[in-house]
C-alpha cells in the first residue's frame, strides 16, 4: 500500500532559522512522483515541486531546497532563512506513475509558524 | 499559468438542501479533475476522480448519490452536495490535471470551498 508519513505535527521556528520538513513514504511502485504543496492560512494549496522516482538529484529553488534520498524512502523540504510569510501547512504527497489517474496520496501535513 | 478556480469560495445552507460547487480551469484544458474533503487541521481526503465525458470514480465510503459529479467539459467540473446535513460542514478542494510527458501530471487546487450547512 501506499502511505506518506510527515512525522512532524507542528514547528516553530524564529525568522531566519532554517527548518526542514520530513517526509517518508512507503510505495511498492519502481515509477512514482512525489511533490510537495504549501496551504498557506488562506486555504489554496500551492505547487511546490514535482520529484520523479528517477531523478535522485537534489533541487534548490531561492530559499527552499529539496533532498530525495530513495534508499531512505524520503524526501525532505529545506526552508533556508525562514520568513514569517512561510507560515503554512505543508504536504507531502506521493502518486503512481500513471498518467491514467494520478492520484494523490497526501501525508498528514506540517504546520509551520514562523515568528518574527 | 494553471490556474484553477472554485466557485463559490463559501456557502451556508439549511439542512436538507443542494449546493452546487464549481471547479474551472482558466489556462488548461484537464480531462481529469479531482475533489477532496478537508477537515479542520487535517489532511485532505481524496473524494472523488472526475473524467471528461465519463463517470466520476468514488472512494471507498463516499456516497454516489450525495456527491454528485459532473465533468460536462474540458474546463468545468461540479460537484453537488445533495440533501446536505451538518457532519457535510467541510471544506471542500478541487484539483485539475496538468497533463505533462508520459504520466508526469501535476495538480493543480482551486482555492476551497467552506460549506457550512445548518
Known amino acids: 500500500a501506499q502511505k506518506v508519513t510527515q512525522a512532524q505535527t507542528e514547528i516553530s521556528v524564529v525568522e531566519k532559522e532554517d527548518v526542514t520538513l520530513d517526509c517518508v513514504y512507503e510505495t511498492r511502485d519502481t515509477t512514482y512522483y512525489l511533490f510537495w504543496y504549501k496551504q498557506p492560512p488562506s486555504g489554496e494549496l500551492v505547487f511546490l515541486i514535482r520529484r520523479n522516482s528517477f531523478d535522485e538529484q537534489n533541487e534548490i529553488s531561492g530559499r527552499y531546497s529539496w533532498n530525495f534520498q530513495k534508499s531512505t524512502s524520503s524526501f525532505n523540504f529545506t526552508i533556508t532563512a525562514s520568513q514569517v510569510v512561510d507560515s503554512a501547512v505543508y504536504f507531502c504527497a506521493l502518486s503512481k506513475g500513471s498518467s491514467n489517474t494520478g492520484k494523490l496520496i497526501f501525508g498528514q501535513g506540517t504546520t509551520l509558524q514562523v515568528k518574527p | 499559468g494553471a490556474v484553477v478556480s472554485q466557485h463559490p469560495s463559501w456557502v451556508i445552507c439549511k439542512s436538507g438542501t443542494s449546493v452546487k460547487i464549481e471547479c474551472r480551469s482558466l489556462?488548461?484544458?484537464?480531462?481529469?479533475m479531482f475533489w477532496y474533503r478537508q477537515f479542520p487541521k487535517q489532511s485532505l481526503m481524496l473524494m472523488a476522480t472526475s473524467n471528461e465525458g465519463s463517470k466520476a470514480t468514488y472512494e471507498q465510503g463516499v456516497e454516489k448519490d450525495k456527491f454528485l459529479i459532473n465533468h460536462a467539459s474540458l474546463t468545468l467540473s461540479t460537484l453537488t452536495v445533495t440533501s446536505a446535513h451538518p457532519e457535510d460542514s467541510s471544506f471542500y478542494i478541487c484539483s485539475a490535471s496538468l497533463p505533462g510527458l508520459a504520466g508526469q501530471d501535476t495538480q493543480y487546487f482551486g482555492p476551497g470551498t467552506r460549506l457550512t450547512v445548518l
Open positions: 489556462d488548461f484544458q484537464a480531462t481529469t
